[in-house]
C-alpha cells in the first residue's frame, strides 16, 4: 500500500487513506513518515491536521461524521472486511468513477463481491513463511473452554454465557502460559491474549498478574490517549508490559513485530476471518525471532483447520467467500485427542508420529498404511519402526545441518541416525539442511533421558 501510495503521489493525485479505527491511523501514519511521505490526518483535534497535504488518513469513524468528503483521485482502505460500513459502501455508491482499492487477509465479508470488480491474491502465505516475511507457528492444544450448551447468536456463542464459561478455566490458561513459555522459551515473551470479554480479560489480568507476569488489558471502555500511551510502552524493546490482554481492539492490524506468543482464549463458531486475524498478531519476523507460539485454549485450530489450511496453502481466489458465512463442525472429542500430543499438547506434525517439541512417538498398533511402492507397518518398537527412503534421507540431511550450525563433526549425524532408525545410514551423505521442529524436537528428548540416566548413574 505505501508503495501504491508513492507511486499515486508522483502524479501529484490526490490520496485518502481509510483505516478501521484511530488506532490504525495512528500506525499508518508512521508508516508513511518512515518513507519520507508527507500527510494529513483528518480527526478532531488532531496535530497532524493538514487538508492541503496530497495524502490524508482517517478512520471510518471520522469519515461517517463528515457532512461531506473531500475529493480524491484514489482511495485506499486497510482492513477491508471490517470497513465495509454504511458510509464506505454509500461513498462506492455515489462515486463510482473512484478508484478503490482494498487491502486485507481476509476478504470474506459478503458486500466486498458487490462493489468490487477483481481480487488479486500476490502471494500465499506459506510462500511468505519460505521467504521469511513471515514467521511460522508452533501450535499447542491448550485446556479448551468447554462450549457444549452454550446458546448460538447470529452464528457466534452468546457472549454473555460464553466469558462466564471462559472464567471458570482462567487458572488453566495461565498454568498452560507458564509450562509453555518455559519449556519453549526459557522464559516469558511479548504476548497478547485474546479474552471473550472484559470481565474474562479483568480475571486473566488478576491471575497472571498473581503468577508475576504484568498483563494489561485493553477495551473498548478505555479513553484513546490511555490506549496510546500503553501501546507505546509494550512496543519498547524494555517495556515492564509483558503481555496485553483484549477481547477485540488487537484482533485486526495492529503490528508490534516481537510479539512472539498469542493465547486464543476467545472460542468462535464461524467467524474465521477474526481468526485468522488473531493468528496473525503473531506472524510478523522480527530480528531474532524464530517462530510464534499460538496457545490454543479456545478450541479454534481444529475448528478452522481445513479452512485455515486452504487459507494458508492457496490464499483467495474469489471475490464472493463462504467462509464467513457457515459454522463450524465441532470436533469430536477423540478428533482432538489424536491432533495433539499426550505428553505436551503441541499440535501433531503433518506425515510423522514424533512430535516436534517433546520428542513424544505416538505407537500405532496393529495399523498398516499404504504408502507408493512400500507397506509401511506402524506399531510395535517405534525405534525399529520402518519409515520411507525420503523420510529417512530428510531426517539425515536435517541431522547433518544441525551438526554444521553447532560446529559438530558429521559424525554426530551418522550416530544419531543410528540412533534414530536402529541402523546406519546406507545412502550418500545428503546435503545439510535447516533442522526442522521434529528433528531439533527428538534431539532435544533423547539429550533429557540421556541427562536423566546420568543422573541416576550418578545417585
Not at 536402529?422 to 532435544?444: A, C, D, H, L
Request: aromatic share 8%; hydrophobic share 40%.
Amino acid at each position: 500500500m505505501l508503495e501504491l501510495i508513492r507511486a499515486a503521489i508522483e502524479k501529484r493525485s490526490r490520496v485518502m487513506f481509510i483505516c478501521e479505527r484511530r488506532i490504525l491511523v495512528e500506525q499508518f501514519s508512521k508508516h508513511l513518515d518512515s518513507i519520507g511521505i508527507d500527510h494529513g490526518v483528518l480527526m478532531a483535534k488532531h496535530w497532524r491536521f493538514r487538508p492541503h497535504a496530497l495524502v490524508q488518513v482517517a478512520s471510518a469513524q471520522t469519515l461517517e461524521r463528515m457532512e461531506s468528503w473531500p475529493e480524491f483521485a484514489i482511495v485506499f482502505i486497510d482492513e477491508l472486511h471490517a470497513c465495509m460500513r454504511k458510509s464506505i459502501i454509500d461513498m462506492l455508491k455515489k462515486m463510482p468513477d473512484l478508484r478503490v482499492v482494498g487491502a486485507t487477509a481476509t476478504p470474506f465479508h459478503p458486500a466486498i463481491a458487490e462493489h468490487f470488480t477483481a481480487i488479486t491474491s500476490v502471494i500465499s502465505m506459506s510462500a511468505l513463511v519460505e521467504n521469511k516475511s513471515l514467521v511460522p507457528f508452533r501450535v499447542f492444544v491448550a485446556k479448551e473452554i468447554d462450549v457444549t450448551g452454550v446458546p448460538i447468536v447470529a452464528g457466534e456463542w452468546k457472549k454473555d454465557e460464553l466469558e462466564a464459561r471462559g472464567r471458570k478455566i482462567v487458572g488453566d490458561i495461565v498454568t498452560d502460559y507458564v509450562r509453555l513459555s518455559q519449556e519453549v522459551f526459557g522464559g516469558y515473551r511479548k504476548t497478547i491474549c485474546f479474552a471473550c470479554g472484559v470481565a474474562h480479560g479483568a480475571d486473566l489480568v488478576q491471575r497472571f498478574g498473581e503468577a508475576g507476569i504484568n498483563a494489561v488489558q485493553l477495551t473498548y471502555k478505555d479513553d484513546e490517549e490511555y490506549k496510546a500511551e500503553v501501546l507505546a510502552d509494550f512496543a519498547k524493546p524494555d517495556t515492564g508490559i509483558q503481555m496485553l490482554v483484549s477481547a477485540d481492539i488487537l484482533t485486526r492490524g495492529y503490528d508490534q513485530t516481537d510479539v512472539e506468543h498469542v493465547i486464543l482464549a476467545r472460542p468462535l463458531k464461524k467467524s474465521f476471518s477474526s481468526h485468522v486475524q488473531m493468528v496473525g498478531r503473531g506472524a510478523r519476523p522480527h530480528p531474532g525471532k524464530e517462530f510464534c507460539v499460538i496457545q490454543d485454549n479456545a478450541g479454534n485450530w481444529l475448528r478452522f483447520g481445513e479452512s485455515w489450511q486452504d487459507l494458508y496453502e492457496n490464499g483467495v481466489q474469489e471475490l464472493s467467500s463462504d467462509a464467513d458465512a457457515k459454522p463450524r463442525k465441532e470436533p469430536s472429542q477423540l478428533e482432538k485427542e489424536k491432533a495433539r500430543c499426550p505428553r505436551c499438547g503441541s499440535l501433531w506434525p503433518s506425515k510423522s508420529d514424533t512430535c516436534s517439541h517433546c520428542g513424544h512417538v505416538r505407537l500405532r498398533r496393529s495399523e498398516v498404511v499404504e504408502t507408493a511402492g512400500e507397506m509401511v507397518e506402524l506399531g510395535g518398537n517405534a525405534a525399529n519402526r520402518r519409515h520411507s527412503m525420503a523420510y529417512k534421507a530428510d531426517f539425515y540431511a536435517e541431522l547433518l545441518g544441525y551438526a554444521q550450525a553447532r560446529g559438530y563433526k558429521p559424525g554426530y549425524a551418522f550416530f544419531a541416525y543410528k540412533e534414530k532408525f536402529g541402523v546406519e545410514p546406507k545412502m550418500r551423505q545428503p546435503e545439510p539442511k535447516t533442522p526442522s521442529f521434529e528433528v531439533i524436537g527428538w534431539i532435544r528428548s533423547r539429550n533429557i533421558a540421556r541427562a536423566k540416566m546420568a543422573q541416576k548413574v550418578a545417585a
